[in-house]
């Protein structure tokens, strides 16, 4: 897994990094929250681990930032020193899959991951595969494939991608969009919906195969086409 660690302590953030690394996963430190969101559009990790006090903002600003711009399928841990009841209550409420003190044991700390990755790997949205005409779109390697070549997107373009194939040949409003790709708290205008799909139209190449459209209906949003009942839907 690729696993990023927004800790400001230098010696934890090491300490987590050699745990983790030892035991095959891949990490990136972040010494502040805003270090994170910053990066976090052009890296795509397979889980967090998320300090509550960082220097800049509290790591549960973090946290509501995750779950309304990456979505709620990337596993989320809390660490930190604090552990009264309604510090756990409060984090698990917005949205954090575990919560572990700071003082955590290396064993138990890879346990709580591993346990982790397993409930990601048999989800059944995280690994299925749409196959439609010349596309294979697989949500568990974040992939399109179009006339066998992989095109490339960035995550949140390839999440938008994803919602509109999972919803073929049916009209998603803007605002719908906004809610299943942004976060249903995302606090982003119409605008940006509307300037992704122009670079997704583009990306996706629908334009070179007559039997697909991606196009704007009146005022109310997008649909993404496609003319064949040939529709298929597997797990992998």
């Not at 052009?42 to 509501?64: C, H, M, Q, S």
């Not at 990456?70 to 989320?76: A, N, S, T």
């Not at 697909?212 to 949003?221: D, I, P, R, T, Y």
């Amino acid at each position: 897994m690729y696993i990023a660690i927004i800790e400001d302590d230098p010696s934890q953030a090491k300490l987590l990094s050699l745990w983790l690394e030892k035991a095959g996963h891949a990490c990136k430190v972040f010494p502040r929250g805003k270090t994170f969101i910053e990066s976090a559009g052009n890296e795509e990790f397979d889980l967090l681990i998320i300090d509550w006090v960082l220097p800049d903002i509290n790591g549960d600003d973090v946290l509501r930032w995750a779950r309304n711009n990456l979505g709620w399928e990337i596993p989320i841990i809390f660490m930190t020193f604090r552990d009264a009841t309604d510090d756990i209550a409060k984090i698990l409420h917005l949205g954090a899959d575990d919560y572990i003190s700071k003082s955590v044991d290396r064993k138990e700390l890879l346990a709580r991951i591993s346990t982790l990755q397993r409930r990601a790997k048999f989800s059944p949205q995280s690994h299925s595969i749409i196959k439609i005409g010349n596309y294979v779109v697989d949500n568990s390697q974040h992939k399109i494939i179009f006339n066998g070549e992989e095109i490339k997107l960035t995550p949140k373009e390839f999440k938008l991608a994803y919602y509109l194939f999972k919803n073929i040949n049916q009209l998603r409003t803007r605002a719908d969009l906004l809610a299943n790709v942004w976060g249903r708290n995302a606090e982003i205008s119409t605008r940006t919906v509307d300037i992704h799909i122009s670079r997704l139209r583009k990306k996706l190449r629908v334009d070179e195969d007559a039997n697909w459209k991606l196009e704007a209906v009146s005022s109310m949003g997008y649909r993404l086409s496609y003319d064949s009942r040939e529709v298929s839907t597997a797990a992998s």
